[in-house]
C-alpha cells in the first residue's frame, strides 16, 4: 500500500509494543490527558505513528478529546501490513471501534467482507455532508462508482509530483528540468556521469508500483486505464503495452539508480533527502518529512512531474493527486449504540477547520473539506504544490482500481524494476489482477 510513515523516523519501542494481534492498549500515546467527567472509552488503530509528522496533530486533538468528553481513547499504532493487523483484531474478537487508515489494498474490501460498515448516513447526520469535497467523497466510494457505498471519511488528501534536486543537477550539467523522457535519459547520463544517482525509487514496495503505474499510462485515457487496473488486460491493450515497454526502456537506459529492484520507500527517501539520488517521485507526506531530515533538501528542491514521452495521452508532465490517503473508517463494533456517539464525537472534531489546519501545516495534507487553508500552508514544498496545477496533468492513481490485487502486484513489479521483459511483466499483472 502506500505508506505516509518512513519505517526509519519511526521508533523501535513503538513497534515492540504494538504487536501483530492488537491488545488495544494505549499504545504510542504518551502523557495523555487527564479525562474530564465523562467516561467511556474508545478503540482506535491509526496509520499515524510515531514520528509521523501527523501523529503530532493527531496526539493533540486526541488529548483534547478526552479533555472535553471524559473519554479514553485506547491508541494502537498500525504497523506496516495494518489491514492484517486490523483483520486479525477483529477475527480474534477484539475490534477496534475506529480505524484511521489509507484506503488500499485490502481496505478497499473491508466494507464487502463486514469488517467496516458504511458512513453514507454519517456524513449527512454529522453535518459533514455541505463541508466535503464531493471528488473527495467520491474516491471512498466502492468500486469507484458514483453511487457506491461511501467506505470511510477521507481525511489527509495529498499530492504526489516528482521532486528534482537542482543543485545535483546543475552540478552534472543540466539546465533544466526534463519534460520529455528523452530529457529524462539524457540528464541521468550526465548525473550517472558525475557520479550522482539519477532517479530512486523503492521498486521493491508501494513507492516502485505508484511510478511504474505513472509511467505505464503514459499513452492511455484514464476510462481505458482504470478498467485495465480492475480486470487485466495489460498485454492486450496496445497503449498500455505500449506504456510497460517505455518503463523497461528508460529502466534500460539507467534513468533509476542502481539495484531499485531491492530497494524500499524508505532507501528511496535516505537517498534523496542525502543527496545520494537527484530525483523522486514522492507524495505530500514526505513535504515536512523532508525538512525534518536536517540536509536541507526541501531548499533545494523544485515540484514537477514526471517527463513525457512522444505521442502520450497527456499534454503535460504527469504527477498524482487523491483523497485515498488516511481516513476514518469505522467498524461494526464502533457503530454500535454504545460506541457511534462516541465515533462522532472524536470524527467531527478532527473536521474542525482549526484542526484541519493543523494537519495541513504540521503534515502537508490537502484538505477534503472547503475553505481558504492556504495561510496553514507553511511548509515551502507544500506552498510549491499548490501551485501546480497549471503546469501538470493528473495521472489515474492504481489504489481504489487495483484494490486486494497490490500486494502480487508489487511482486510482479519488482521484476519489472530488475531484468523481467515488457511481455512478462504485462502477463505478470494479469494474473496477478485476475487472481
Same mark, same amino acid.
Given at each position: 500500500?502506500?505508506?505516509?510513515?518512513?519505517?526509519? *523516523?519511526?521508533?523501535?519501542?513503538?513497534?515492540?509494543?504494538?504487536?501483530?494481534?492488537?491488545?488495544?492498549?494505549?499504545?504510542?500515546?504518551?502523557?495523555?490527558?487527564?479525562?474530564?467527567?465523562?467516561?467511556?472509552? %474508545?478503540?482506535?488503530?491509526?496509520?499515524?505513528?510515531?514520528?509521523?509528522?501527523?501523529?503530532?496533530?493527531?496526539?493533540?486533538?486526541?488529548?483534547?478529546?478526552?479533555?472535553?468528553?471524559?473519554?479514553?481513547?485506547?491508541?494502537?499504532?498500525?504497523?506496516?501490513?495494518?489491514?492484517?493487523?486490523?483483520?486479525?483484531?477483529?477475527?480474534?474478537?477484539?475490534?477496534?471501534?475506529?480505524?484511521?487508515?489509507?484506503?488500499?489494498?485490502?481496505? *478497499?474490501?473491508?466494507?464487502?467482507?463486514?469488517?467496516?460498515?458504511?458512513?453514507?448516513?454519517?456524513?449527512?447526520?454529522?453535518?459533514?455532508?455541505?463541508?466535503?469535497?464531493?471528488?473527495?467523497?467520491?474516491?471512498?466510494?466502492?468500486?469507484?462508482?458514483?453511487?457506491?457505498?461511501?467506505?470511510?471519511?477521507?481525511?489527509?488528501?495529498?499530492?504526489?509530483?516528482?521532486?528534482?534536486? #537542482?543543485?545535483?543537477? #546543475?552540478?552534472?550539467?543540466?539546465?533544466?528540468?526534463?519534460?520529455?523522457?528523452?530529457? %529524462?535519459?539524457?540528464?541521468?547520463?550526465?548525473?550517472?556521469?558525475?557520479?550522482?544517482?539519477?532517479?530512486?525509487?523503492?521498486?521493491?514496495?508501494?513507492?516502485?508500483?505508484?511510478?511504474?503505474?505513472?509511467?505505464?499510462?503514459?499513452? #492511455?485515457?484514464a476510462a481505458t486505464m482504470e478498467k485495465v487496473m480492475q480486470g487485466g488486460g495489460y498485454c492486450a491493450t496496445p497503449s498500455v503495452l505500449n506504456g510497460v515497454k517505455l518503463f523497461t526502456q528508460l529502466r534500460d537506459a539507467g534513468v533509476f539508480v542502481d539495484n531499485a529492484a531491492g530497494l524500499s520507500s524508505d532507501d528511496m527517501y535516505a537517498s534523496y533527502y542525502s543527496g545520494k539520488a537527484a530525483i523522486m517521485s514522492a507524495g505530500s507526506w514526505a513535504y515536512t518529512e523532508s525538512a525534518a531530515?536536517?540536509?536541507?533538501?526541501?531548499?533545494?528542491?523544485?515540484?514537477?512531474?514526471?517527463?513525457?514521452?512522444?505521442?502520450?495521452?497527456?499534454?503535460?508532465?504527469?504527477?498524482?493527486?487523491?483523497?485515498?490517503?488516511?481516513?476514518?473508517?469505522?467498524?461494526?463494533?464502533?457503530?454500535?449504540?454504545?460506541?457511534?456517539?462516541?465515533?462522532?464525537?472524536? *470524527?467531527?472534531?478532527?473536521?474542525?477547520?482549526?484542526?484541519?489546519?493543523?494537519?495541513?501545516?504540521?503534515?502537508?495534507?490537502?484538505?477534503?473539506?472547503?475553505?481558504?487553508?492556504?495561510?496553514?500552508?507553511?511548509?515551502?514544498?507544500?506552498?510549491?504544490?499548490?501551485?501546480?496545477?497549471?503546469?501538470?496533468?493528473?495521472?489515474?492513481?492504481?489504489?481504489?482500481?487495483?484494490?486486494?490485487?497490490?500486494?502480487?502486484?508489487?511482486?510482479?513489479?519488482?521484476?519489472?524494476?530488475?531484468?523481467?521483459?515488457?511481455?512478462?511483466?504485462?502477463?505478470?499483472?494479469?494474473?496477478?489482477?485476475?487472481?
Amino acid at each position: 500500500m502506500h505508506r505516509t510513515t518512513p519505517r526509519a *523516523v519511526r521508533t523501535v519501542a513503538a513497534l515492540a509494543a504494538c504487536a501483530m494481534v492488537l491488545t488495544l492498549a494505549a499504545c504510542g500515546s504518551d502523557d495523555p490527558a487527564e479525562p474530564a467527567a465523562g467516561g467511556g472509552t %474508545l478503540d482506535i488503530v491509526t496509520r499515524w505513528s510515531s514520528g509521523n509528522s501527523a501523529a503530532k496533530a493527531q496526539k493533540r486533538i486526541f488529548d483534547a478529546f478526552t479533555a472535553e468528553t471524559g473519554i479514553k481513547i485506547n491508541v494502537t499504532e498500525g504497523l506496516e501490513a495494518i489491514d492484517d493487523q486490523v483483520e486479525n483484531a477483529v477475527a480474534a474478537g477484539k475490534s477496534p471501534d475506529l480505524v484511521i487508515v489509507n484506503l488500499f489494498d485490502k481496505t *478497499v474490501g473491508w466494507l464487502d467482507a463486514g469488517v467496516t460498515v458504511p458512513v453514507d448516513q454519517y456524513v449527512k447526520d454529522w453535518g459533514l455532508a455541505g463541508k466535503m469535497k464531493p471528488e473527495a467523497l467520491d474516491e471512498w466510494r466502492a468500486g469507484g462508482a458514483p453511487d457506491g457505498k461511501l467506505q470511510g471519511l477521507p481525511f489527509s488528501g495529498f499530492s504526489w509530483p516528482v521532486w528534482y534536486n #537542482t543543485d545535483l543537477l #546543475t552540478k552534472a550539467g543540466v539546465t533544466e528540468i526534463p519534460k520529455t523522457t528523452d530529457d %529524462l535519459i539524457a540528464a541521468a547520463k550526465k548525473l550517472r556521469a558525475a557520479k550522482i544517482g539519477p532517479l530512486t525509487v523503492g521498486g521493491n514496495d508501494w513507492s516502485g508500483q505508484k511510478l511504474f503505474y505513472q509511467i505505464a499510462q503514459s499513452f #492511455t485515457d484514464a476510462a481505458t486505464m482504470e478498467k485495465v487496473m480492475q480486470g487485466g488486460g495489460y498485454c492486450a491493450t496496445p497503449s498500455v503495452l505500449n506504456g510497460v515497454k517505455l518503463f523497461t526502456q528508460l529502466r534500460d537506459a539507467g534513468v533509476f539508480v542502481d539495484n531499485a529492484a531491492g530497494l524500499s520507500s524508505d532507501d528511496m527517501y535516505a537517498s534523496y533527502y542525502s543527496g545520494k539520488a537527484a530525483i523522486m517521485s514522492a507524495g505530500s507526506w514526505a513535504y515536512t518529512e523532508s525538512a525534518a531530515s536536517g540536509t536541507g533538501i526541501e531548499k533545494r528542491t523544485t515540484l514537477d512531474g514526471f517527463p513525457l514521452p512522444g505521442g502520450s495521452a497527456f499534454k503535460r508532465p504527469t504527477s498524482y493527486r487523491g483523497f485515498t490517503g488516511v481516513g476514518f473508517m469505522i467498524t461494526k463494533h464502533g457503530a454500535e449504540s454504545g460506541q457511534i456517539d462516541k465515533v462522532r464525537k472524536l *470524527v467531527t472534531k478532527f473536521y474542525a477547520d482549526p484542526a484541519v489546519g493543523d494537519f495541513v501545516k504540521d503534515a502537508g495534507i490537502l484538505p477534503p473539506t472547503t475553505g481558504d487553508f492556504a495561510s496553514y500552508a507553511t511548509d515551502p514544498l507544500l506552498a510549491k504544490s499548490l501551485g501546480l496545477d497549471a503546469a501538470v496533468d493528473y495521472a489515474v492513481l492504481p489504489d481504489v482500481w487495483i484494490g486486494s490485487a497490490s500486494d502480487p502486484i508489487t511482486q510482479v513489479l519488482t521484476g519489472a524494476y530488475g531484468k523481467a521483459t515488457p511481455q512478462e511483466i504485462c502477463a505478470g499483472l494479469d494474473t496477478a489482477t485476475k487472481g
